[in-house]
Structures are given as structure tokens and as C-alpha cells.
């Protein structure tokens, strides 16, 4: 099947540092990959989607600012969360998706960030 | 908010039996699709069922959909503790891009 990747898996950062997490497609050119975030205990909650080539879409809400998306490549998306905080701290998990009408979103193992 | 509900909050049984989930949902669907989710780990994807499906089996998962009710269940027969995780379900909604919209899951805890 195929496989997504994240790194990194767990990061520790100071408060308003910014923290790179990378998210790949490992065996499948992915044209749509999105972002999520889930705080303990919760449901994942859809932060933005992000389409190869051109700006990622943000959810209501979600800052477009402080959660700066790349999708340079049809493998590869970045979330950069940019001075972070404590309430930043969550569960971020990606997902790809190949496009046209395959539905099926394959997720990554998620990164856990703790700003303190 | 589009967020699907799911009940129970939290399920727990012995080993052996059969567990039931139960999702609702707001808005017409292209597909309802089952994740699973173990503590702190990236999601499983279980199975897909199409609007147009009333029912999908995988192993001893059991889906049915109801579009009137807009609502779904998983049924896992024969659980085992191997089965202890959350289970989500998420919604493809029509018209959605293909955005996924999550349910607020299941905590399935089996013992043995």
C-alpha cells in the first residue's frame, strides 16, 4: 500500500521558535496533500489543503500566517508553524492523496509538538 | 460545523465479542470511510463505502451505510485485544474537493 512519511515524528521547541515538519509520499506522486492537527483525546480537525504548484487552501479559522504550507513537489509538503506557542502544542498529521477520483487519503504517522 | 458524531464516546468489552460504532453525519456524502487509530500513532485506513453502498465487508469488519438517516456503523466481530484503538469516521463530502470530515470516534478498549 502506499506510504506516507512525516519527520519529524516527535520536536520540542521553545516558545516563538518556528518548527519545519515534512510530510512525503513515498511510492506515489501525491497531487493533494492536507493537513490536520489533534489535540489529546480528540478528533483530527483539517487545518488546510495544499495542491502541488499552487497556494494551499486554509480552513476557517486557521491562521494563513502562522501555519506557512509548501507543496513544492508532488512528494513533498512542508508545515512550518511559525513562532510557536503553547497552545500550538498538538498532534499534526498529514495526508496524500493521488488525485482524479482516488478518494483514499493515505496518513502519516503523525509529529507531536511541544512548545514549551 | 460539519463534524460528524459518533457513539458511543467509549466502548469497552471482553474478548470474543462483537462491538458496534455508530456515525452520523449533516450533509450529502460522496463516501463514509472508517480509520483506525491506535494511542499517539498516524491512522489505519479500514474501509471505504461509497453513497451508492448500503453495505461493505473487510475480514470481520462489517459497514453499512443509510443515506436517509445519514448514518453509518462498524461492526467488529470476534473483537480481540489487538483491537483496542480509537475508531473515526469520516466523511467525504459532496462537492468537497475530496476534503475528509472527521467524526469525533470511539475509544474501543477489549479485554481479555
Known amino acids: 500500500g502506499a506510504v506516507v512519511s512525516q519527520h519529524p515524528s516527535r520536536v520540542i521547541c521553545k516558545s516563538g521558535t518556528s518548527v519545519k515538519i515534512e510530510c512525503r509520499s513515498l511510492d506515489f506522486q501525491a497531487t493533494t496533500m492536507f493537513w490536520y492537527r489533534q489535540f489529546p483525546k480528540q478528533s483530527l480537525m483539517l487545518m488546510a489543503t495544499s495542491n502541488e504548484g499552487s497556494k494551499a487552501t486554509y480552513e476557517q479559522g486557521v491562521e494563513k500566517d502562522k501555519f506557512l504550507i509548501n507543496h513544492a513537489s508532488l512528494t513533498l509538503s512542508t508545515l512550518t508553524v511559525t513562532s510557536a506557542h503553547p497552545e500550538d502544542s498538538s498532534f499534526y498529521i498529514c495526508s496524500a492523496s493521488a488525485g482524479g477520483f482516488a478518494y483514499e487519503q493515505y496518513f502519516g504517522p503523525g509529529t507531536r509538538l511541544t512548545v514549551t | 460545523s460539519q463534524q460528524g458524531e459518533e457513539d458511543p464516546q467509549a466502548l469497552s468489552i471482553q474478548e470474543g465479542e462483537n462491538a458496534t460504532m455508530n456515525c452520523s453525519y449533516k450533509?450529502?456524502?460522496?463516501?463514509l470511510q472508517w480509520y483506525r487509530q491506535n494511542s499517539g500513532r498516524g491512522l489505519v485506513h479500514l474501509i471505504l463505502?461509497?453513497?451508492?453502498?448500503r453495505e461493505k465487508h473487510s475480514g470481520r469488519l462489517r459497514v453499512t451505510l443509510d443515506t436517509s438517516k445519514k448514518s453509518s456503523s462498524l461492526l467488529i466481530t470476534a473483537s480481540r485485544a489487538a483491537d483496542t484503538a480509537s475508531y473515526f469516521c469520516a466523511t467525504d463530502l459532496t462537492g468537497g474537493g475530496n476534503k475528509l470530515t472527521f467524526g469525533t470516534g470511539t475509544q474501543l478498549k477489549v479485554e481479555l
Open positions: 463505502i461509497r453513497s451508492n453502498e
Open positions: 450533509t450529502s456524502i460522496n463516501n
